[in-house]
């Protein structure tokens, strides 16, 4: 099956620091990318659609300067959360897709930011 | 009021039990309904995906939609302690998906 890789799993960073995390998809080509924030025992709440050759749209509430979306390739979409404080401490998960359907919708293994 | 309420447990079960998990929602707008397996610190797994009202059954698993009641179901029989994970219904809205809060299994041996 699709795979989507994403890393770091974890990292660990000071507050004021900015931490870049990556999604690829490994064996098929994603024009469209999902960016969530998993909050312990609460839902994946979207943060943004990464769209290849283009802006990144993000969910309301979502600040566009503190998370960066980067979509440079059909395979690759990266999240940079700059200069973190610890409120950003969360779980954070990538998301890709087949075109044809959320059935084809596949998740990273995620990224739990710790901000100190 | 959230769109996908969901009980967030905990639940607990003894193995072999018929486990019954449920979501609710308000949009009547949605078309597709997911079930998504989670294990602690991973990024889900899609178990079911279903379409329109009624039953869906793989294995183990049944999802069931109905549409009028705006109301979503999982069972999953004969479960094992490999099954203890959070389980989120997920609902899609014009291509985005609308998670619920997840549910929390335990199985026990």
């Known amino acids: 099956g699709a795979v989507v890789s994403q890393h770091p799993s974890r990292v660990i960073c000071k507050s004021g620091t900015s931490v870049k995390i990556e999604c690829r998809s490994l064996?098929?080509?994603?024009?469209?990318m999902f960016w969530y924030r998993q909050f312990p025992k609460q839902s994946l709440m979207l943060m943004a659609t990464?769209?290849?050759?283009?802006?990144?749209?993000?969910e309301q509430g979502v600040e566009k300067d503190k998370f960066l979306i980067n979509h440079a390739s059909l395979t690759l979409s990266t999240l940079t959360v700059t200069s973190a404080h610890p409120e950003d401490s969360s779980f954070y998960i990538c998301?890709?897709?087949?075109?044809?359907?959320?059935?084809?919708?596949?998740f990273g293994s995620g990224t739990q930011l710790s901000v100190l | 009021q959230k769109e996908v309420e969901q009980d967030p447990g905990p639940l607990s079960v003894p193995e072999g039990a018929i486990v019954s998990l449920n979501c609710t929602y308000s949009?009547?707008?949605?078309?597709?309904f997911m079930w998504y397996r989670q294990y602690s610190r991973k990024g889900p797994e899609l178990l079911m995906y279903?379409?329109?009202?009624g039953n869906k059954e793989d294995g183990r698993f049944t999802a069931q939609v109905d549409k009028s009641s705006k109301y979503i179901s999982l069972f999953i029989r004969d479960s094992q302690p490999s099954d203890s994970a959070t389980y989120l219904c997920?609902?899609?809205?014009?291509?985005?998906?609308?998670f619920g809060q997840g549910t929390e299994l335990s199985v026990k041996p």
């Open positions: 998301s890709a897709g087949r075109q044809g359907g959320n059935e084809k919708l596949f």
């Open positions: 064996d098929f080509q994603a024009t469209t």
């Open positions: 990464s769209n290849e050759g283009s802006k990144a749209t993000y």
């Open positions: 949009n009547s707008a949605f078309q597709y």
């Open positions: 279903t379409y329109s009202s």
């Open positions: 997920a609902m899609d809205q014009g291509g985005k998906l609308i």
